[in-house]
């Protein structure tokens, strides 16, 4: 297989072009500041689910950072050049990665909500640094495996659109991906279904009581399920190729930002945390304005008295 002939309108090529880097920059900004809050709630126990949070958004600002090269390839009409392979490895790379992060964090709530008090024991603080080891080894051996000529996924620049290349071990990121896709979707909603109910069981929840871990649960497995009915069976929908590639592209882009939105918009401590941040710093601006105001008065009366 190889890169599809440009099939986008001109008009449609500037607006997309334009549309999807606009996305990407906002997208990188958001993992930034995303990035930057979760540093304070990071820890080894029960709050390592913000410290797999933060991997997460370091995974997705590099998706970003590439996919606004590749976007900036695009509305360019640049040819075909070797770091389309790289972009392409990249892009299936962070998914990959992100889903099996997902996996830990749903693993990691899984333990501390059914044995809370034997969590700790056996989810040492050695044992979750050498989970993020294996994710970071994981995510450039995947972008590594997938430039060489035995697998891989190539970018077209031209189409904006993406392939995975014909060689001996296809099969295996055909099956990653199918998997990843199952995973973000099924398995998601099983996880959670399951701790609802046992929380539910053990008297912890009602059905009138935390609606905010109820809200978060709900939106998280709609998010899952909505994306691996789209990736698995959008060829359903029939469309002409230029709109499928434009909401493809729209969707896949905003995926990194939608699975961990939730986590902590409808996280009260965090957005509380987020506000005061802002909070303070519009408070500090003040001050410095205040304090210059000041000066400048002072230094006028002082020169006015010496003459």
Partial sequence: MECAEPFFSDVAHKIVGVETILLCIFSFILQVILLKMTHKFCGWQSDFSYTLLRMMNIVGAIFYATEFVSHLRFILSTPYATIDRFIGAVFMACFLTDTLIGMCLVAHRVVYTIIPFKAE????????????????????AMTCFMCTPVAGVMYCPRSMTRYIVKASLTVVINGMNTVSNYLVGISTITAYT???IFLF????????????????????????????????FRQLLNL????????????????YDAVILPYLLLNKT?????????????????????????IDSSDRRASSAKK
């Fill in 194 to 196: 399951f701790l609802l």
């Fill in 121 to 140: 024991r056996i989810l040492t603080p050695v044992v979750l640094k050498i989970s993020l080891l294996f994710i970071a080894v994981y995510f450039v």
């Fill in 201 to 232: 069981i053990r008297g912890n929840i009602t059905f009138r009581s935390n609606a905010e871990l109820r809200m978060m649960i709900a939106v998280m497995s709609t998010i899952g399920l909505f994306y691996f009915l789209y990736w698995e």
């Fill in 270 to 294: 965090f957005r509380d945390e987020f506000i005061r941040t802002f909070s303070r710093k519009k408070q500090e601006k003040k001050v410095f304005c205040i304090t210059v105001a000041r």
């Fill in 240 to 255: 002409d190729r230029q709109t499928a590639t434009i909401i493809y592209e729209n969707l896949t882009l905003f995926y």
